[in-house]
């Protein structure tokens, strides 16, 4: 951790990535291994467009599943202390895979959030997009004043992220000194993308996780256990 937060302490730049881990001491379950598994499914097999004109009913639940974990929880030491270090650095990019809005809570700003927003609403039909923050839909598959189908406002597999949202995240992974990459298996593109073009722009990587991941041979520093523990630990 000290080699880390002499990085941390130098940098003027620092950009972040986080993912599922994060939110996994709020109790929300990441999408991976036996937690992320809902009725046998997998996230792959749900968050796509053809699963959802197939049976959007089942694809609802499933967030619908997801909304009512994500509006119990509370935001936990890790995201506070991101929130904390942005305060700190005089350019700091938080860019987030994650739908909840835990960090928003914890008080990061200007969160990019590339995979979208759980409380996000949008009609297939006339495009509308609306926020609602009920736990849980009561009619699913909801519908939108048009008669149109609406879907959840999250980014699909297969489907592009919001442009402008990328453009700054790539810009952000461009420009840092340092990248914290933290709880996510970094498997899903592009959003993992941004690890490697950070690394070829010339920052220092660093990992925090739980376990080692696809990228843990590539990085500079690991730092291994759960995030509540160990950010306030390095913000300190
Ligand atoms: P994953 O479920 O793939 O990975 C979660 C990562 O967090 C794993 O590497 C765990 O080891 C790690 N982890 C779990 N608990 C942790 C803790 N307390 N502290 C630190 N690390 C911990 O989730 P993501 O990488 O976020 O996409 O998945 C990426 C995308 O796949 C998601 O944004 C979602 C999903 O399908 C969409 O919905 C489009």
Same mark, same amino acid.
């Not at 993912?19 to 990441?30: D, N, R």
């Given at each position: 951790? %000290?080699?880390?937060?002499?990085? +941390?302490?130098?940098?003027?730049?620092?950009?972040?990535?986080?993912?599922?881990?994060?939110?996994?001491?709020?109790?929300?379950?990441?999408?991976?291994?036996?937690?992320?598994?809902?009725?046998?499914?997998?996230? %792959?097999? @749900?968050?796509?467009?053809?699963?959802?004109?197939?049976?959007?009913?089942?694809?609802?639940?499933?967030?619908?599943?997801?909304?009512?974990?994500?509006?119990?929880?509370?935001?936990?030491?890790?995201?506070?202390? +991101?929130?904390?270090?942005?305060?700190?650095?005089?350019?700091?990019?938080? !860019?987030?895979?994650?739908?909840?809005?835990?960090?928003?809570?914890?008080?990061?700003?200007?969160?990019?959030?590339?995979?979208?927003?759980?409380?996000? @609403?949008?009609?297939?039909?006339?495009?509308?997009?609306?926020?609602?923050?009920?736990?849980?839909?009561?009619?699913?598959?909801?519908?939108?004043?048009?008669?149109?189908?609406?879907?959840?406002?999250?980014?699909?597999?297969?489907? %592009?992220?919001?442009?402008?949202?990328?453009?700054?995240?790539?810009?952000?992974?461009?420009?840092?000194?340092?990248? +914290?990459?933290?709880?996510?298996?970094?498997?899903?593109?592009?959003?993992?993308?941004?690890?490697?073009?950070?690394?070829?722009?010339?920052?220092?990587?660093?990992?925090?996780? !739980?376990? %080692?991941?696809?990228?843990?041979?590539?990085?500079?520093?690991?730092?291994?256990?759960?995030?509540?523990?160990?950010?306030?630990?390095?913000?300190?």
């Amino acid at each position: 951790m %000290e080699q880390t937060r002499a990085w +941390l302490k130098q940098a003027r730049s620092v950009a972040v990535l986080t993912g599922a881990g994060i939110s996994a001491e709020s109790g929300v379950p990441t999408f991976r291994g036996k937690q992320g598994l809902w009725k046998q499914y997998r996230p %792959e097999e @749900l968050a796509n467009a053809d699963a959802f004109h197939r049976d959007p009913r089942l694809v609802w639940e499933w967030y619908n599943w997801r909304r009512s974990l994500i509006a119990k929880a509370h935001p936990n030491p890790g995201h506070y202390a +991101l929130a904390d270090l942005a305060s700190r650095i005089p350019n700091f990019t938080l !860019i987030s895979q994650n739908v909840d809005d835990l960090h928003e809570q914890a008080g990061s700003r200007d969160v990019l959030k590339v995979h979208g927003d759980i409380w996000q @609403l949008r009609c297939l039909n006339c495009g509308r997009q609306h926020i609602d923050p009920r736990p849980a839909l009561p009619e699913i598959p909801p519908h939108c004043h048009c008669g149109g189908l609406l879907r959840p406002g999250v980014v699909w597999f297969g489907e %592009e992220l919001p442009r402008h949202i990328w453009c700054k995240a790539l810009q952000a992974a461009r420009t840092a000194e340092l990248f +914290l990459v933290i709880g996510t298996s970094a498997v899903v593109y592009p959003a993992a993308s941004l690890v490697h073009i950070a690394k070829r722009a010339g920052a220092h990587i660093v990992e925090l996780n !739980i376990t %080692e991941t696809v990228i843990t041979n590539d990085i500079d520093d690991f730092l291994a256990g759960p995030c509540g523990e160990i950010l306030p630990k390095l913000i300190a």
